[in-house]
T-cell receptor
């Protein structure tokens, strides 16, 4: 498996501001994904982070609200833009070492928007 | 797209009993079925997975079965212990694609 870190681990933000979350892996991975987990809920895919090209977003998530970067095979960022209290959630990245490999999750970023 | 249904949403068992969680999926192209355990405040941790060319897989007290024809798979935990208490998520995917998760089962093992 890979060692995955996320920064920040938690943050409290004011509405209307933006927060960028970083996901760093200790080895090159093929697949990187961003999920959201609202309190007491399951995990919902936001987007697939593609290296060298635009992310692929799921229905209900748009690039203007959740811009994603993936400059290389070990790093990705997710920005939550123009935040509202409804964006309060845990945001998790997950990685797969190959297209047929198991996916592992980062520790998550707990975001509270006031 | 893939739709994964998970039952029950909550499950309470006595220590030492068995626990069974069931999931169904809709997309016949899905061929990878992992199970994650999530303790409070922690990340989801993979506990076992199965691929579509296998009907059953076991790892100590945990086993997963897959019925591709019926499109359902199940997690079996035997000899449950209080530390098994957590939320369990099933998921389904095709290779190279993100996981589609069930809604989760909150398992409580009482001493």
């Amino acid at each position: 498996s890979a060692v995955i870190s996320q920064k920040p681990s938690r943050d409290i933000c004011q509405r209307g501001t933006s927060l960028t979350i970083q996901c760093q892996v200790d080895s090159q991975v093929t697949m990187m994904f961003w999920y959201r987990q609202q309190p007491g809920q399951s995990l919902t895919l936001i987007a697939t982070a593609n290296q060298g090209s635009e992310a692929t977003y799921e229905s209900g998530f748009v690039i203007d609200k959740f811009p994603i970067s993936r400059p290389n095979l070990t790093f990705s960022t997710l920005t939550v833009s123009n935040m509202s209290p409804e964006d309060s959630s845990i945001y998790l990245c997950s990685v797969g070492l190959s297209t047929v490999d198991t996916q592992y999750f980062g520790p998550g970023t707990r975001l509270t928007v006031l | 797209g893939e739709n994964v249904e998970q039952h029950p949403s909550t499950l309470s068992v006595q220590e030492g009993d068995s626990a069974v969680i069931k999931c169904t999926y809709s997309d016949s192209a899905s061929n990878y079925f992992p199970w994650y355990k999530q303790e409070l405040g922690k990340r989801p941790q993979l506990i076992i997975d199965i691929r579509s060319n296998v009907g059953e897989k076991k790892d100590q007290r945990i086993a997963v079965t897959l019925n591709k024809t019926a499109k359902h798979f199940s997690l079996h935990i035997t000899e449950t212990q209080p530390e098994d208490s957590a939320v369990y998520f099933c998921a389904a995917s095709s290779p190279g694609y993100a996981l589609n998760f069930g809604k989760g089962t909150s398992l409580l093992v009482t001493p």
